[in-house]
């Protein structure tokens, strides 16, 4: 990707026909089942399984999903955030919203594996399950309806390719990841290391948790370690990402400039960042699919059939006149 590009867009291509169905969908209205009629006339109900506080990102999703699901579109949601990122209190919302008798249940999983009993239950019950963002491991189709979330592997491919065109003769590079074990971290992983040219020296790659603090302590050992010579971080969010940023400048040293700093999420704080050149190139992943994923419980309630897997669009930044451009209107 050259430098000029403004911002460049990410979609998986076996999937583009679904999105593009569920999109419009969602946009035209006049051929969908009204949610109330669904459930004669009543509100639909909706289990929300949710992460919750989580950054900037999930603040804005969870957020969006709220807004998206209201007693004016036809819903009435049940938010049920876990509790400090606890996957046992989720499971445990998970099966009161099955005895609840709910109509549809919302997942954003905080962890991978463990679910098959819950989804087990929920199928014998009928009711459909929709994940939001984060898939489950093993992915069994059988046991939920769709999953709707942007395509990991291929924001982190874009990232890796942006990295190669920056730096042809290779460079020295840090890896700072979300909790271990998560299909986010693992999609993420994978589509940066299928995609990063070989002649790049990976000298690190450690967990930060998503956090701006944690992404600091971490990478200044890091640069300490390696006497300064780190010349490329790809932080697998915006927080961790503004994390190493601070880390770079209390090394003395510019970001952007001896550091370049790719990051995911595209929050405004990210922007801002790029804008003023304290990172180099940030990956959109787009949050804002509540239309979606009302579309997808709508035609699931109406037995009609639903993709698997929808991935949402999402676009990357890389240059400061990009952000800058995008600040005015981003809405998270």
């Known amino acids: ?31 969908s089942t009204d949610a109330g009629a669904v459930a004669g006339g009543e509100l639909v109900t909706v289990g929300f399984v949710a992460v919750g506080p989580e950054g900037g990102w999930r ?10 699901f209201s007693k004016d579109n ?41 679910w ?15 994940l939001l963002d984060r898939g489950i491991e093993p992915n069994d189709t059988e046991l939920y309806t769709s ?26 590079y840090v890896v700072l990841e979300g909790p271990p074990g998560l299909s986010v971290v693992n999609d993420r992983n994978k589509g940066w290391d299928e995609t990063i040219d070989a002649n790049f020296t990976k000298l690190e790659s450690q ?6 603090e944690e992404a600091k302590s971490v990478f200044e050992t890091i640069l300490k370690a390696n006497n300064n010579n780190v010349q490329l971080v790809f932080a697998q969010n915006d927080e961790m990402g503004l994390g190493v940023a601070l880390a770079v400048e ?3 040293l510019t970001p952007g400039t001896d550091v370049k700093i790719i990051t995911i999420d595209g929050t405004k704080a990210a922007l801002e960042a790029l804008a003023a050149g304290r990172l180099s190139f940030v990956a959109e992943y787009n949050p804002l699919f509540g239309d979606t994923a009302i579309q997808i419980v709508k035609d699931a309630l109406a037995g009609n059939s639903v993709e698997s897997e929808i991935v ?21």
Request: hydrophobic share 40%; net charge negative.
């Open 59 to 68: 603040t804005a999703n969870e957020q969006n999903i709220q807004d998206s």
């Open 250 to 252: 209390e090394a003395g």
């Open 207 to 212: 967990s930060a948790n998503w956090s701006t």
């Open 1 to 31: 990707m050259s430098k000029s590009t403004k911002f460049r867009s990410i979609a998986g291509l076996a999937l583009a026909g679904a999105v593009a169905i569920s999109l419009a969908a969602c946009a035209g209205g006049s051929e």
């Open 147 to 172: 999953r709707i979330a942007p395509d990991n592997v291929g924001i982190s491919a874009s990232a890796a390719e942006w990295a190669n065109g920056q730096f042809p003769d290779g460079a020295n």
């Open 116 to 130: 098959e009993s819950v989804l087990e239950r929920a199928k014998e019950a009928e009711i459909p399950v929709v």
């Open 74 to 114: 036809g819903f009435e949601l049940k938010y049920a955030p876990a509790t400090n990122g606890d996957q046992n209190s989720q499971i445990t919302a998970f099966t009161s919203f099955i005895d609840e008798g709910v109509d549809v249940i919302l997942l954003s999983a905080t962890e991978a594996t463990g």
């Open 312 to 332: 949402v669009p999402s676009v990357t930044f890389d240059s400061p006149e990009a952000a800058a451009e995008a600040l005015p209107t981003r809405k998270f």
